[in-house]
């Protein structure tokens, strides 16, 4: 929300407000750098380090609404829209109007599309602009015009999330390729390319550098065999147990439909693939978010996958019940019943196994939980306010957004002899320097292993799992 607020006001950066006599030089500017930002190289300014995609969203809204306002607005509209586009996907994929409503069904009953569509971050728009891309790719087929459309998309996809960039897999094998789809893909995609180069360019010193910095070592494929485990293990529980039919796509998708089954395995392969040697992916079941943009094809496929089985099972049974001599008069209409209804029955036990899984809940704790950070930032202001100067990590990050009159310095980054001339710095000065600990960063922060940061640290109470010290000049 910190870059939006940047890209409302026409900035890309901004100067790092260093105390009066401070010893930066000894100290370094990376200890003013808090959590979601970094600092530019060859300047003493700050900038962002995550993707401008969602931050220009907010951004764009905020010129109507309040910032608050504005990144409600966007969540709901990019949740709405994500599953608009579904549908339509869908629909283009060969399911009729009942099925394509209950893909819809079941990615807004997945415990992780809930759980990241109430927080400000990428994952749903991500997706949304990944369905837009593939949704214009396909339609290429019908108008030309959609190609341009597709570069567009592909383009707002990257900036959301750099590795969408892989879509234009999945893209290739959707449209047509001739040299007017070409050219009008590559034209779309041409003006977010070069604001990529010299947003990339200012804020990192290079267009193939990012606010993450080198991820190299990351993305290995030491990762790998966790990862698959991981998708194995959750997979099913946050997109639906429907999924282990998506195989039986590839028997579902013919004639002019055909091409899907190299569209959805593009698409689902490039990023899943990806992700499979991210080492985060693993961590923890949200960790899967990167995943979102691939859900679409698998929950498509699914369900593609299953109307394929219920189709090859009645003609099982219709071979069985009516002998060669009778097929023909033997009655359809009841037949179309039972397939519908054992078709929905399926459809319906694995949306009710989403919704009963432990997991379902989880959205409804994040707005208390990430209040904390801006609660227990008022509270310090209240309670502390000579405090201009305070120790932080985690909450770093949010102290740049909500309290920007305190100067975050990141414990993380403090050597002894850095610590030791800030107290010089301090004791010249007399001010009294503060420190706000989340939660488990308390026994970090004085344990003994750690760069001591040696003074008399006097505790100045709490705000739930966030502890206050001081230490005296």
Known sequence: MWSARLFRHAALSVPIDLPRGFPVDVVGLDAFAPLGARVRPAAQDLVPTYPAGLPLHIAAANLFLSEESAVKTVMIVTVAVTLFLLYGLARDAGLERWWALGGCAFLACSPLFLFMAVQPMSDVPATMWA??????????????????????????????????????????????LTLPTVAGLIAGGIPFVAFLTAYQSFAYGSPFSSGYGDLSSTFSSVNFGASIRHYVSWLPHLASWLIVLAPAAAWGWRGALA??????????????????????????????????????????????????????????????????????????????????????????????????????????????????????????????????????????????????????????????DGWGAIRTWQSREHVAIGAALFGAETDEFFRRDRTPLTCNWQSRGHYRHVTFWECPP
């Open 259 to 416: 091409r899907w089954r190299l569209i959805a395995a593009t698409w689902m392969a490039v990023l899943f693939g990806v992700y499979a040697l991210y080492s985060v992916t693993s961590e923890t079941w949200w960790s899967l978010r990167f995943l979102l943009p691939a859900f679409p094809p698998l929950i498509i496929a699914s369900l593609v996958g299953l109307r394929q089985i219920v189709l090859s099972a009645d003609r099982v049974v219709a071979i069985g019940a009516c002998p060669e001599p009778r097929r023909r008069t033997c009655p359809e209409q009841g037949r179309t019943a039972a397939r519908a209804v054992v078709s929905a029955g399926v459809v319906v036990v694995c949306l009710v196994a989403l919704v009963r899984g432990p997991q379902f809940n989880a959205y409804s704790d994040v707005s208390d939980s990430e209040r904390v950070y801006r609660d227990a930032l008022e509270v310090m202001a209240l309670e502390r306010p000579s405090y201009t100067t305070a120790l932080m990590l985690q909450m770093s990050g949010a102290a740049n957004y909500y309290a920007p009159h305190v100067r975050a310095i990141r414990y993380d980054w403090l050597t002894p």
């Open 131 to 176: 369905e837009a891309t593939m949704l214009c790719a396909w339609r290429t087929r019908q108008r030309r015009l959609f190609a341009t459309l597709t570069g567009v998309c592909l383009g707002v996809a990257t900036l959301v999330r750099p590795t969408n960039l892989l879509l234009a897999l999945p893209v290739v094998a959707a449209m047509p």
